[in-house]
């Protein structure tokens, strides 16, 4: 599918937890974004004049119509920084749909959705979409974070009936340590019951990095969704190299990506 | 009639139809190499028949996959890059790449550059046979080449020689894309022009540098990359108003930080014929056709009516009246 640029303005700018907030958009006409994967992404950029340059990638979080879009976000740096001070009315420039996405959810498979951090929107989606469409049972969120203000969201699996496994540092809520000690224990009883699995992530990289290596090891499906530098995020600029395994060292995190099959990435 | 009926009136009498040496461009916007790749991400966003022409990812004889990451990064009003000149090569280009372009009708100027004598030699050959290409753009100043490219961009005697044995084995017309590293950029605009360069398009990326100082690393890996964008457009002007002024009536291509229409404006002053526009096509892929409105309705303020007349028209500051000290 096509992308397109357009214009947009902010909805509502709305505070979470653990600094994290949802920005939500209204485009000025209609735009294929309703038929959004998750993992696919928007690029997004302000009125920022010559200092910062590049727009900035996000998941998508949401697109309920041809309209409206949300994404979800913590300050990083001072583009991230601007947008925090969003007030409803402030315009963007928005270019969307890019990439591509995970794989559909189905019947007979457990997802496994492994989350850390700001990786939880591509995974928010896939369990909104697998939810509606091939009931709640066919995904799981396994959820990791420093502390319970870094969890957030989690009122919607409820809202869904999407069962969800939390891991957080502090032990303020859910297990006390790394989410991956909670997916190993569920890839076990996986096998002990003869479940058909796969594995989806999203979050920071030393966790991609240690699914990744679950997932090779006990030889499951397993797709990650990577971030990289990017300054156009629709393959014109060749920045966002991801390097991998195959007939060439590297492919497109913006337009190959951002879900890699986790036996393709070469880390 | 009001200011703002007779700027319509003036920005609809405006003329972008212009030339650079014998090329005809219908517009003097095109879009700068390795901004663009070879057009095709593009096309979904913008049509790209309203350009002036396009200079495409620089291609060498063999396939190149390019640096490792990370390969870009945002600096204050730019962006470093090290892509590492990735490319398809010159046999893909020719026979997946090029048909597209071909059909635009716009000017097509294919970016190429080699290791070494024989691999520039051999990728000037290949491309000058091809039907459709307007112009060589050579690329003697990329500084990410490790082995010792940055020499062919700085020396001038080694671009003369370069430029003279490329000229020698095509009819296809070469621009000599200059580096803005190299310490006489007349020099080296004359030395080229010398061995038979049809034009020279100036600038490549100012070498520079960014460091994580929370990680102890630097932000790219090559550690060195090329900075562009609105930080280097007064280097830019700079090196074209000098090139300009020594090598009167020889075709520049300008580039390097354009964002609006007076930034285009500012380098048709200085003197280039013709600007290219790189960065700015990655947060805004339509950039250009924005820009070529925005030249088109300021030239029609301003009362320009052709490119012609906006080139090199830049008039010297008035000299200040002399101080005499008080006696
Ligand atoms: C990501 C990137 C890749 C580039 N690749 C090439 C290239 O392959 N060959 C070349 O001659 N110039 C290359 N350039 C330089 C541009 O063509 C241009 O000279 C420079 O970026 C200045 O213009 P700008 O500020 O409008 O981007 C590249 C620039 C960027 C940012
Ligand atoms: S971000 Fe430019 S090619 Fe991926």
Redesign the pocket.
Known sequence: MPAAQFDVRVVENRALTGGYFVLEFEAARPVPIAAARPGQFVMLRGDWGRELLNPRAFSILHAPDDRHFSILAKVYGRGTARMAALAPGDPMTATAPLGVGFPAARAGVTQLLVAGGVGLPPLHLQARVAAREVGPRSVELLYGGRNRDDLVLLEDFARWGVQTHLATEDGSVGARGYVTVALRERIELARARGEVIELLSCGPTPMLRAVREIGLAAARPTYLCLEENM?CGFGA???CAVPVHGPKPYRYCCSDGPVFDAREVRW | MNMHESTDANSRAVELNCSFGHLPLKTPLLA????FAYAEPFAQFVDLRLLGGI?T??ISPLPRHGNPLPR?CETASG?L?S?G?ENVGVDAFLRDKLPLLRELGVSVWV?FFGTDFETYIECARALGGADGIDVL?M?I??PNIKKGGIEFGTVPEVAHRLTRACVDVTDTPIVV?LSPNAGDIVGMAAAVKEAGACGVSL???ITGMAIDVRRRRPRIATTYG?L??PA?KPIGLRMVHQVARALPGFPICG????LSGEDALEYLMAGAHCV?????CFAEPGAIVRITEELRGLMGELNIATVADAIGCLEALPPEVEYRAPR
């Open positions: 300054a600029c060749l920045g | 700068a190499s390795g901004c200079s990812k620089g870009i962006m890059n892509i000149l970016n753009e690329n100043s990329c894309k600038i490549n990326t090329g562009s964008g280097i580039m390097g930080g354009i290219q526009v790189g960065t700015a």
